[in-house]
């Protein structure tokens, strides 16, 4: 008996659970359905890592949030979420018990070290937050994004081809989102007011929305003309810049505009190669020359009264509307809050991910709009900057500027060394991407969400890798890479 068992364990194991899933069906419990993907996860967990974290890529823009739901008012999006904790975990463990997970050249760069100051000064914030099971929850979601989608990142990309296929997976995901999307908008006839709510229940609203398609944008015009790809590729690349910015032109998010609008000119500036000294001198005397006329330029914005629109002009002419604009001064509100909070907590803030909990008390009469709340429990700081300076005080907003300065200091210097080809656009795109973002951030703040979170790293990694790949010796850097396609 035990040997026909032996040898039949496993048409055994189906036909039980098949009888169990048809016994709990019968009784409207489903969740057995769940035990082949689990099995199937836990199989790709130990025999194949890397295409796991492809997976994830693939499935982050379309992954669902069960707070969304209102399933439990759990804030977790399913499947990316639980498999990058699962990944997390892997990679912790083969850390520390065998060494050599991340290469040293990584742990040694100066956009590693700003982001783990970054990640170590939130741990420090968490223990004198205002709300610590919430600020140790925030911590534990950066965690996870960054050891996955950086740290483990920069060893799936080691193979060169996997930097392609990050880019590709992404795209298809989103892709079939914007599809979605445009298919449910053009049922009300593309009207701004749908706009912000049809790409549910894949992204929360337009604006995270935007800002991902924003971060994607940049690849998709470099694929379009990157060298060794066939027309055939080529022309899929042109298909996806097509339906890419077809969504971001119906999103209505004013601020993915802006950030696209603002790579351009920073590819501009690079292609020019425009010296860092005239930049900042132009800085200084437009900064100058804003302060002396603030008021001048405070009474010319009141006078703008145009608002949100289904006509794309007017909804542009919006952006700069601080007189009735609702949308624009709800954020004025939030950024005033912001400040206040962090006058009262200027060293380690109110805690990670506390903010929206906190900041209701701190709102002005002045500030409030039509849309603020007593209880202030429908949203954030509107800043990925003044966020962080109320949460975990000045040294975190220094921490997001100093990710933000060593990734921008390393793809400029590697674009300008670089020759043209395959490699300086991928570089050039990654880092375009991640303006779009690092200008969206200023006005929205989505690092908290795996939807931008997934993007964000993973293009700050291939920065990285793609940085040491062209500081190693041609001897090594080709040894490297022939390492990596042989394990492929």
Known sequence: MVGLLRNNWIPVACTGFVLLNTAMAVQGRFWPNLLPLVLLAGWALVAAPEKLLLFIVFATPLSINLEELDIGGIGVALPTEPLMVALMLLFLLKAALEGGVVSPGVWRHPVTIAILAQVAWMAVCVVPSSMVLVSAKYLAARLWFVCTMYFMATRLFRSPGN??????????????????????????????????????????????????????????????????????????????????????????????????????????????????????????????????????????????????????????????????????????NRWNSALRMFKERPVTGWGPGTYMFQYAPFQASRDRTIISTNFGLVGNAHSEYLGPLAEQGLPGLVAMLLVIGSISWTAVRLWSRLPDGADRRLVGAAFLGLVTYFIHGALNNFLDLDKASVPFWGLAAMIVVLDLKHKDPPAQRNAQVSSAMSSR
């Not at 079939?176 to 298919?183: E, F, G, L, Q, R």
């Not at 500036?269 to 008021?295: F, Y």
Request: charge should be positive.
């Open 163 to 332: 930097i392609h296929r990050f880019f590709w997976y992404f795209a298809a995901g989103l892709s079939i989102v914007v599809v979605y999307t445009i298919s449910q908008h053009a049922r009300y006839g593309f009207a701004e007011d749908p706009a912000h709510w049809v790409m549910s229940p894949f992204f929360k609203d337009h604006t995270s929305y935007g800002a991902v398609l924003a971060m994607l944008l940049p690849f998709a015009v470099a694929a379009v003309f990157l060298p060794g790809y066939s027309r055939g590729r080529k022309a899929w690349a042109l298909l996806v810049l097509a339906v890419l910015a077809t969504g971001l032109l119906f999103s209505y998010t004013r601020a993915a505009w802006l950030g696209i609008a603002g790579a351009a000119a920073v590819f501009l500036v690079m292609r020019l190669r425009i010296p860092a000294w005239a930049i900042g001198i132009t800085a200084l005397v437009a900064g100058s020359l804003a302060w002396a006329n603030q008021e001048r330029i405070t009474i010319a914005l009141e006078r703008n009264r145009a608002e949100s629109h289904d006509d794309l002009a007017q909804h542009v002419s919006s952006i700069s509307n601080i007189r009735s604009d609702a949308s624009n001064l709800e954020r004025i």
